[in-house]
């Protein structure tokens, strides 16, 4: 082998060595991007379940508050009823105790 061809091959040998030390770095970067996509990805993922929860939260509150207030006016129609109808008794009896001159 002549003089020539040893310095193109050791040329050679030099940028595989090159290329392969790029390779090791570029697989370390690659390596590190796919840690920050996985803590990203954690954080986001524990977000979503911390908002729902707290949809959900909300919604029962609404929920009980709705039926709450329902409760509130069938109870407040019910007293109506209830002090309508005692007036009316109270008038109904006070009619028939004029009547008789009570």
Do not use: P
Not at 18 to 44: G, W, Y
């Amino acid at each position: 082998m002549d003089a020539d061809s040893r310095v193109q091959l050791t040329r050679i040998e030099g940028k595989l060595d090159l290329v392969n030390e790029r390779h090791e770095t570029m697989k370390e970067d690659v390596r590190k991007i796919e840690r920050t996509h996985a803590d990203f990805s954690r954080r986001v993922d524990e977000r979503f379940h911390t908002h729902g929860n707290r949809l959900q939260m909300l919604e029962a509150r609404n929920h009980v508050s709705e039926g709450e207030r329902a409760a509130v006016r069938a109870s407040a129609r019910a007293l109506w009823a209830v002090a309508g109808g005692s007036g009316l008794l109270a008038a109904l009896l006070a009619a028939i105790m004029r009547h008789f001159g009570i």
